[in-house]
């Protein structure tokens, strides 16, 4: 940490949450770990980070497990980290560099009242908090502004008109908590509806990300590195095609500069920097004779070759220790026709509304669970319109049988509802968990794994019991009875039941760090294995419904 410190000298370093992981050593308990903020604090001491840099950290959703409120003696990120005792909560630092004012917002959306891990998920900013940052994002609006937090924008709750109201005019979202989510997300950068492009970056304990930014004539760059990987490297001019924002930054001073830009650090020294462009012959950029880490080759974008629509880039970096970086981008000369190339998966994940999205696919696994039983009930000529004849017939007859009915009904209800459990969200204070929130100490706290767990087990338990349930008893009704029909008639039941348990144990053993897994498991452990039993007795009533009206056809 600090040869990186030292060898970049950045005049501001941003750390955007998470600065403990405040979890039990099998990842499944969670609370605040003094050793972790003592070790924190002192590391900065110790290597002088603040008389280095200017150095600012925000809360993440790690620095809240099991603070009940920001006063509570849980809230050590109040005595600890660098900005905290100051600071505690969203802050703004303006400095001054070569004449242009820069303001950062340290937006912390942590909850206030904050549980243990499984229940901490989402980012919740609240009325009085989000009024004032707009207030002073109005009363610094001369400013280039930067924002970070910890949660990306599709995970922050927030009043209307909405989190990304704030954004609009910035430079840049600089956001993390996601964790490249195991390696399957790991570029996450998108450019949102108002221009202002939001970076997240992967986490520093397990993949030791970390990024370097800068900003060349208004308009921003940034490099995500490695730690300990040499030489590290940004092109600043002209700026990476794929990033353009130019809603909120000069794109077109490009065209107005004189010179190639890079900025490349090594502990060991630069050796040499290389540049080609749209593959023609290397040139050797050199070292600004004033300012430090900046290497430059003169060029004109005017006698760049205009029918080429998007040229490229390529850079080599070697140190003096022998070390080699290879920057491949492509840049324009003509803003007439910018195209940025975002990911779509990145796009989706930081551009939607998350708890919107959730409550959509929440409230549709609902109806998809119980409209079929009840059209089948009291309007079953609609069935007809959807499914064949025999089928809609036989599903009507089915939830006649009123036990069976109200069961299946009651099941998707609590499914649907809750509440699931009562456990511990904050030490010392039992909570109620429901699908859509969780209620502790009077207040209710946004709710995510229980809204998926939710609408998964609609999907694919819920519903499939029923239509299981349907197979067997249209395929009993219509056929001769007989022990191979009854045992091949159980099985798509059997499976639906039994794939609960198999998903219970898969969660429950899981090999991963982050200890997630299991502690789901433990949560929705009563309410699936509650519905495993229920879902069996449902079985025996269908069977009981077979044989009564085989009789009575008989």
């Known amino acids: 940490f600090t040869t990186t410190l030292d060898t970049i000298t950045p005049k501001v370093v941003l750390a955007s949450g998470d600065i403990t992981d405040a979890k039990d050593f099998d990842g499944v308990n969670s609370f605040q770990v003094e050793e972790e903020w003592q070790t924190y604090s002192d590391l900065l001491s110790k290597h002088k980070v603040q008389e280095k840099t200017v150095y600012l950290d925000i809360r993440g959703n790690h620095d809240t497990f099991d603070v009940h409120h920001m006063d509570h003696s849980n809230n050590l990120h109040r005595l600890y980290s660098a900005k905290g005792p100051v600071h505690p909560s969203t802050y703004t630092y303006t400095m001054s560099h070569q004449n242009t004012n820069y303001s950062f917002f340290a937006v912390d959306a942590t909850m206030k009242t904050g549980p243990k891990k499984v229940f901490n998920f989402l980012g919740n900013l609240e009325p009085t908090d989000f009024d004032t940052i707009l207030a002073e994002k109005q009363k610094l609006s001369a400013n280039k502004q930067i924002f970070f937090g910890h949660f990306p924008a599709s995970c922050i709750i927030a009043p209307a008109p909405g989190f990304k109201t704030i954004l609009e005019g910035g430079l840049v979202y600089l956001s993390g908590h996601l964790h490249t ?23 520093f304990k397990e993949n030791r990300k970390y990024r370097i930014l800068a900003i060349d004539n208004g308009i921003l760059s940034f ?52 540049v080609s462009i749209d593959k023609g012959k290397p040139s050797e950029a050199k070292k600004h004779s004033n300012l430090t880490n900046v290497f430059t080759l003169p060029w004109n974008s005017l006698q760049v070759d205009s029918s080429i629509r998007k040229h490229t880039m390529d850079v080599t970096i070697k140190d003096l220790a022998g070390n080699i970086k290879n920057i491949h981008q492509t840049f324009n000369t003509d803003f007439t026709r910018l195209e940025t190339s975002y990911k779509l998966y990145a796009r989706i994940l930081l551009m939607s509304n998350l708890t919107w999205v959730l409550q ?13 039983i009840l059209a089948a009930r009291y ?119 039994s794939s609960q348990a198999v998903m219970l144990l898969v969660l429950y053993y899981f090999p991963s760090k982050l200890g997630i897994f299991k502690e789901i498991c433990i949560l929705i452990a009563p309410m699936e294995i509650t519905m495993i039993i229920l879902g069996f007795i449902c079985n025996g009533l269908v069977s009981y419904w077979i044989s009564q009206s085989r009789r009575t056809n008989n």
């Not at 490099?223 to 794109?251: G, H, M």
């Not at 959509?360 to 696994?365: A, G, N, P, Q, R």
């Open 379 to 497: 309007k079953p000529s609609a069935l007809r319109h959807a499914y064949s004849l025999s089928t809609s017939d036989k599903m009507a007859e089915l939830v006649q049988f009123s036990p069976f009915f109200w069961l299946y009904l009651f099941m998707g209800s609590w499914l649907a509802i809750g509440p699931w459990n009562a456990v511990e969200i904050l030490s010392g204070h039992t909570g109620i968990i429901l699908p859509w929130a969780i209620y502790v100490k009077g207040h209710f706290l946004p709710s995510f794994y229980p809204y998926v767990a939710s609408l998964i087990h609609l999907y694919l338990f819920h519903t499939p019991l029923f239509w299981s349930l349907v197979f067997k008893f249209k395929w009993r009704m219509e056929s001769s009875s007989g022990k191979i029909l009854l045992a091949l008639s159980n099985i798509p039941v059997t499976l639906v039941l």
């Open 360 to 372: 959509v696919l929440w409230i549709l696994s609902i109806l998809v669970s119980t409209l079929p």
């Open 181 to 203: 989510l195991g390696g399957l997300a790991p570029q996450l950068y998108t450019l949102h509806r108002s221009g202002t492009p939001e970076l997240e970056l992967g986490d």
């Open 223 to 274: 490099s995500d590195e490695k730690l300990n990987t040499w030489p590290a490297a940004v092109i600043t001019n002209p700026k990476d095609s794929r990033f353009y924002a130019p809603n909120v930054e000069p794109i077109q001073k490009v065209l107005q500069s004189n010179e190639i830009r890079i900025l490349a650090f090594s502990p060991h020294g630069i050796d040499s920097v290389q």
